[in-house]
């Protein structure tokens, strides 16, 4: 298995507070991605990371940000954690375009927000 | 732009008998498409993958696609289906780029 550690697994947080899923890998691959599993939606990208502090946004990015200060390690934080937020994230990593490759996912964080 | 079609939400075979997910894609240039499996309570594992070399691709445990440009389809396919086989299948599409699209998903129940 790819060294994918999502931390949390799980987590319940309040409305209103702030949060903040870690991702961390050891495979030195340059792409890092954050992807949310809703039941009917499949995974939806969050944002993603091509690099050290290089970032950019998916199709779902609002209410989300992210930060990458080193190769193996893409935050993602809930500024202010809503109700539809609850949801499963995982985390992915690639070596590049997926041309000549794939990706790797986590196993998860299963985020309650009440 | 790019998206994919998992045109069914839910499949249930019995064991032995063939297993076809239908996925459709939308693409203007030649993609790269894959399909992928999840176990309940669990990561995402590639089961296959195209990137425009031989148009039959196969897969991990007996699974395989073809892709069909005129039809735009890339449907999964196993000739015989397992109680392990039961998961939720992905279908996925990229195109050169730094993103993957993901199908809603096809959940696979198998019956003794």
């Known amino acids: 298995d790819a060294g994918i550690t999502q931390s949390p697994r799980h987590k319940v947080t309040e409305t209103g507070t702030p949060v903040t899923l870690r991702c961390h890998q050891t495979?030195?691959?340059?792409?890092m991605y954050w992807y949310r599993q809703d039941p009917g939606h499949g995974l939806r990208l969050i944002h993603y990371?091509?690099?050290?502090?290089?970032?950019d946004k998916g199709e779902v990015s609002d209410g989300y940000s992210v930060s990458r200060s080193k190769t193996e390690d893409f935050l993602l934080t809930l500024e202010s954690a809503t109700s539809s937020q609850t949801s499963v994230y995982f985390c992915?990593?690639?070596?590049?375009?997926?041309?000549?490759?794939?990706?790797?996912f986590g196993q998860g964080t299963r985020l309650t927000v009440v | 732009a790019q998206s994919v079609t998992q045109l069914d939400s839910h499949v249930s075979v019995s064991e032995g008998t063939p297993v076809l997910l239908r996925c459709n894609y939308s693409?203007?240039?030649?993609?790269?498409l894959f399909w992928y499996v999840q176990h309940p309570n669990k990561g995402l594992q590639l089961l296959l993958k195209?990137?425009?070399?031989?148009?039959l691709v196969k897969g991990i445990n007996g699974f395989e696609a073809e892709f069909k440009k005129s039809e735009t389809s890339f449907h999964l396919t196993k000739p015989s289906a397992h109680m392990s086989d039961a998961a939720e299948y992905f279908c996925?599409?990229?195109?050169?780029?730094?993103?993957?699209?993901f199908g809603t998903g096809t959940r696979l129940q198998v019956f003794p």
């Open positions: 992915a990593i690639s070596e590049g375009r997926f041309m000549n490759t794939e990706a790797f």
């Open positions: 495979e030195n691959h340059r792409y």
């Open positions: 990371s091509y690099g050290v502090k290089d970032t």
């Open positions: 693409s203007s240039y030649s993609p790269s």
């Open positions: 195209y990137t425009s070399a031989a148009t």
């Open positions: 996925v599409v990229s195109h050169n780029t730094d993103k993957l699209i």
